[in-house]
Structures are given as structure tokens and as C-alpha cells.
């Protein structure tokens, strides 16, 4: 079965400073990788995804995520962050099926200080 | 041009009423998605549905029933409903590409509190 971990359900850090939120998966099966995003009382967004193509993946806003298989991890990084950064994050598998089913870790909660 | 939408954005019952939520999509997508959201915004898959057909029904109480009455809709009716349904439910939508996943679209989610 396909899961993802999610470290640090909460991450802080100053505007201008790195972001790194990581997430590391269990796939039986080469696995597709996204980042999403969610701001406040609102939906998802894609940030990135990965599909075994390039093993470095830019996405939107600024950021970029590495597929690792040999740490079977798949961190997401922003060289500076953002006041407007500040959301929850979210990895999630899929087995790229039939049934394109997403499973999701439990989230990061990043906070961004002035 | 809203991608996806769902309505309400904000349900407040009492337990034991039955609901629905709506969802629409106007990007053209074969496949639909119900996902449920608890207090811990923990996410997880209810139901899929490609072109009208159900392709993915995880542990759900029989208690909520899907219906998609064509593939731009995808509407989630409860019955009965339970405190434990209080969440924030999403309805998303994909197109299918041969040989990759799809992204999800994800719409703004319907917020149920049950009291």
C-alpha cells in the first residue's frame, strides 16, 4: 500500500529565509509525487508533481521539489520565503491507475515571521 | 470562471437531517472526486467517479451516496447524518492522459458542521 509521511506538522520561519518541508513516501510501484497547497478557508492547489520524468520538479510560487528514490523522499524548498507562503502544504501519492486515487500526509502548517 | 465548484460553501444541520452537496465542473473532465476533510485536516478519498461510472468507493457509511447525473456533476447526499460528519468535504475533478497521473482540481470544499 501507498503512504506518505509528513515531518513536522508545523514548520516556522522568517521572510527571506529557506523553506524545506519534507515528505518521504512507500510506493510498491514507481510513484507519482504532488505538492498542494492550501491557504486559509480554501480549496487545494497544485503546487508541483512529479511523473518520473526530470527528478527536479519546479512548481508555482517559487518552488521546486527533488524526487530522491534512494531516501524514497520527495522534500518541497523555496529559497525565500514569503509573508504570503504562509498555508498548509500537502504530499500526496498516487499509483497513477485507474483509479488516479490520491493519498495525502497529514500536512505541514508553515508559518512565515516577519 | 470557476473550475470547480461546489455549494454551499457552509452547511450547519442538526443530526439526523439528510443533505446534499453539489458539485460542478466546467473544465471538461472525465473524472470526479469526493474527498473528506476532518478537524486535523487530515484528507482522505471517499468516492471517484469516471464518466457517470463509480471507479472508487473507499470504507464510507452507506449513509452518503454519491450520484452523478452527467460527468461535469458529481453530488453528495447524506442521510442521517452524525456529529463524526462534521468536516469539510471537497469535490475535484481530473482529465485522463494515457501514460501519467492526472492533477486534481480542487474546489473552495463545503464546510458541514452536524449539531
Known amino acids: 500500500a501507498q503512504s506518505v509521511t509528513q515531518l513536522g506538522s508545523h514548520v516556522s520561519v522568517s521572510e527571506g529565509a529557506l523553506v524545506l518541508l519534507r515528505c518521504n513516501y512507500s510506493?510498491?510501484?514507481?510513484?507519482?509525487l504532488f505538492w498542494y497547497v492550501q491557504y486559509p478557508n480554501q480549496g487545494l492547489q497544485l503546487l508541483l508533481k512529479?511523473?518520473?520524468?526530470?527528478?527536479l520538479v519546479k512548481g508555482i510560487n517559487g518552488f521546486e521539489a527533488e524526487f530522491k528514490k534512494s531516501e524514497t523522499s520527495f522534500h518541497l524548498t523555496k529559497p525565500s520565503a514569503h509573508m504570503s507562503d504562509a498555508a498548509e502544504y500537502f504530499c500526496a501519492v498516487s499509483d497513477g491507475g485507474a483509479t488516479n486515487k490520491l493519498i495525502f500526509g497529514t500536512g505541514t502548517l508553515l508559518a512565515v515571521q516577519p | 470562471d470557476t473550475a470547480v465548484s461546489q455549494t454551499p460553501k457552509y452547511l450547519v444541520t442538526q443530526m439526523g437531517n439528510d443533505k446534499s452537496i453539489k458539485c460542478e465542473q466546467n473544465l471538461g473532465h472525465d473524472t470526479m472526486y469526493w474527498y473528506k476533510q476532518d478537524s486535523k485536516k487530515f484528507l482522505k478519498i471517499m468516492f471517484s467517479y469516471n464518466n457517470k461510472e463509480l471507479i472508487i468507493n473507499e470504507t464510507v457509511p452507506n449513509r452518503f451516496s454519491p450520484k452523478s447525473p452527467d460527468k461535469a456533476h458529481l453530488n453528495l447526499h447524506i442521510n442521517s447524518l452524525e456529529l463524526g460528519d462534521s468536516a469539510v468535504y471537497f469535490c475535484a475533478s481530473s482529465a485522463p492522459t494515457s501514460g501519467s497521473t492526472d492533477t486534481q482540481y480542487f474546489g473552495p470544499g463545503t464546510r458541514l458542521t452536524v449539531l
Open positions: 510506493s510498491s510501484v514507481p510513484p507519482y
Open positions: 512529479y511523473t518520473s520524468a526530470a527528478t
